[in-house]
């Protein structure tokens, strides 16, 4: 009797409609799900980045490893930042990060908490590493991040733009852009395997970097780079990078910047000072004196500063603010910006072909090296 069942079966199969070179003709006429490409990609590191970390000493590792989310910190205007970012819509956020995968859960639950979504998440394998004896590898980052970043861009059109976030512990102003001019086509596959080497990149690493970077579509993909300056490094020294890459001090900097870019509209500028004022403690006053830092380093024009002002008026103040705190303090604000007086301007870094030789022994870290290059507090 099971035989037969069996054989009832397979001709009852066998009578189904087949579309020619398909499975079935039902499934032929259901018409395949396309996701469209995102408008925009932002790309984020975490430590320093988006979370006040610090990993100087074994304590403090040893401290941020073991910490639960809600004791996490993140950085003034960083989640603000982010969720304007991801109401603007199409917009696709990955975060890549030198953390070890074992804190995904820990570090995931602090991005719910602080109403962040994503869409990509890399952490280091970094057990993996040393279980295998590759310890080089778990301080080394140029070798584990370019190819991540590589691999994220795979697939993506030569039209879809880049905004990258990272901050001056590490190099990721280094990452950043040669990952930007990797795609654009200026790094060619010699110089690459080159600098992979003098990084101290393991040689499978080095290699994957070398295959996604030819297998990738050239366009001038990275637009922005910031890097949040939380070792207060001065600005100068990333001038080798010109001006796609803007050091800032705050992300209230790098949300004016992201305005005039057309990234985001005022009211999402004014949402993320407002955030760095209730719940970081910032006033007009320091607001105020980080639009000048950009103004006079010439990475913001006075234009722009002005157009933010005419969007804090009576009438506009509702849809910006509407407790009576709020209010005043966006009228205040605007009231300082159309205060400011010419303010001289510092020539913008000049684009040309970074020697990324040379950048490579002066950002990668070094191990023991004391820092001198520290500006003084914004």
């Known amino acids: 009797m099971a035989r037969e069942d069996k054989d009832k079966r397979r001709d009852k199969d066998r009578r189904k409609p087949v579309a020619p070179g398909g499975p079935s003709l039902l499934a032929a006429q259901t018409p395949a799900v396309v ?15 988006y979370l006040k970390t610090e990993f100087d000493t074994l304590k403090q590792l040893l401290r941020s490893a073991f910490e639960g989310a809600a004791a996490k910190q993140s950085v003034p205007g960083a989640s603000a930042l982010l969720r304007e970012l991801r109401a603007g819509g199409g917009a696709r956020i990955c975060f890549i ?18 109403g962040v ?34 691999a994220g861009r795979s697939g993506l059109p030569p039209e879809t733009r880049e905004t990258c976030f990272g901050d001056d512990a590490e190099a990721d102003g280094f990452i950043y852009s040669l990952y930007g001019d990797v795609i654009a086509g200026r790094v060619k596959r010699r110089l690459l395997e080159e600098i992979l080497e003098r990084a101290g990149a393991y040689e499978d690493d080095a290699q994957r970097a070398v295959t996604l970077a030819e297998s990738i579509a ?10 949040h300056l939380d ?53 007009v006053e320091a ?7 950009l103004l006079r ?60 030789l040379a950048a490579l022994e002066a950002d990668l870290p070094r191990k023991g090296k004391k820092r001198t290059d520290i500006a003084p507090p914004l």
């Open 35 to 49: 996701t469209p490409p995102p408008r925009h990609v932002y790309r984020w590191d975490l430590d320093k980045t």
């Open 97 to 114: 990060s030198g953390s070890p995968r074992q804190m995904r859960r820990v570090l995931t639950q602090k991005l719910r908490l602080d």
């Open 117 to 150: 979504e994503f869409d990509e998440f890399i952490l280091k394998p970094n057990l993996r590493n040393m279980l295998t004896g590759r310890f080089r590898a778990m301080r080394e980052q140029v070798g584990y991040k370019l190819p991540a970043l590589l």
């Open 218 to 227: 050239s366009g001038e993909a990275v637009q922005r780079i910031f890097i």
């Open 231 to 283: 070792r207060r490094s001065p600005t100068s020294r990333f001038d080798r990078y010109g001006a796609r890459l803007v050091p800032v001090f705050n992300y209230f900097q790098a949300a004016m910047v992201m305005f005039e870019d057309e990234q985001l509209t005022a009211p999402a500028v004014v949402r993320v000072a407002l955030e760095m004022v209730d719940r970081f403690g910032y006033t």
């Open 287 to 293: 607001l105020r004196n980080s639009l000048q830092d």
């Open 297 to 356: 380093r010439g990475r913001l024009r006075r234009t722009t500063a002005r157009a933010l002002a005419a969007e804090l008026t009576e009438g506009g103040i509702p849809q910006l603010g509407a407790l009576p705190s709020a209010r005043e303090l966006l009228l205040s604000f605007a009231t300082r910006v159309r205060q400011l007086g010419d303010v001289p301007s510092m020539q913008i870094p000049i684009d040309v072909p970074i020697d990324y």
